[in-house]
């Protein structure tokens, strides 16, 4: 079951967030515009968490998550463009939404005309948590528990050392 609320706890309303990110230590993620931080990594459990920032009016690429996601919007407003029986459907999460679910959905995610940051909760059954697709909806990349693993190490060994 798939719900977005804000924390008022409605399905839409114009509450005005701000994530202070003046210290968050951004690496460029795959599309230009967008970054993120690794927030955490549960190898046992199969776990990622994670901010990205998109710059205004850039994107991400297809992909499809092959996990239970929770998504909090943390700024500005997040746009989902899936792929739906052929055809596109776009759902805008203003700042204050959170959702839950996305598994096996195929979709690009984009920030509009602000800056957008969003909070990722990642939960797999398997170690993919998601798909990266070529333009045609092919299998690109499967990004797994391990890669997340890997980066965190490699990009935050100081965060990934605490754990």
Known sequence: MKRATNPAGTRS??????YD???VDWKDFFTPGTHYKILN???EARSADMLVKFEANSQCMYHR?????????LEGELRVREQVDGGEVVRVKQAGSY?????NEVHIEDSGDEIAIIFFGMRSDSDVIYEFLNEDLSLKRAVTVADFDSDWGEHWP???NAA
Not at 13 to 18: L, M
Not at 65 to 73: D, G, Q
Not at 99 to 103: K, R, V
């Open 13 to 18: 309303g114009n509450a005005r967030f701000s």
């Open 21 to 23: 990110t003046s210290h």
């Open 41 to 43: 990594v549960d190898l």
């Open 65 to 73: 998550h092959a996990c239970r996601t929770t998504t909090l919007v």
């Open 99 to 103: 959702s839950h679910g996305g598994e």
């Open 158 to 160: 100081q965060d990934a």
